[in-house]
């Protein structure tokens, strides 16, 4: 299993980034999946949750309006596109999947929202 992110960088307040995790390894469509990220001094936290069909998902209250999740599951990626952003959305951002009570991360994309 391997989860592999990107699509971070630096961008100015308000500005737009659209981070994509690949996965492999495994049936990814078969799945829910999630992103997380991690500020400095801070416990990681849940951004963003979607079905393994992409029927549904789920956002912390602190980007719900601004961040949007989705998933390809011909291209076995998922999507975070980030809109909004603001300096508190400043973390590393990891993307996650629990195959048979194991969980799995990717090795982080870092986000920087600084003018």
Known sequence: VQLV???????????SLRLSCAASGFTSSWYDMNW????????RELV???TSAG?????????????TISRDNA??????QMNSL??????VYYCNV???????????TQVTVSS
Request: avoid cysteine; glycine fraction near 18%.
């Open 5 to 15: 992110e990107s699509g971070g960088g630096l961008v100015q307040p308000g500005g």
């Open 36 to 43: 997380y990220r991690q500020a400095p001094g801070k416990e």
């Open 48 to 50: 963003a949750f979607i």
């Open 55 to 67: 029927d549904r998902t789920n956002y912390a209250d602190s980007v719900k309006g601004r961040f």
């Open 75 to 80: 291209k076995n990626t998922v999507y975070l």
């Open 86 to 91: 603001k300096p508190e959305d400043t973390a």
């Open 98 to 108: 629990r195959i048979r009570g194991y969980v799995y991360w990717g090795q982080g």
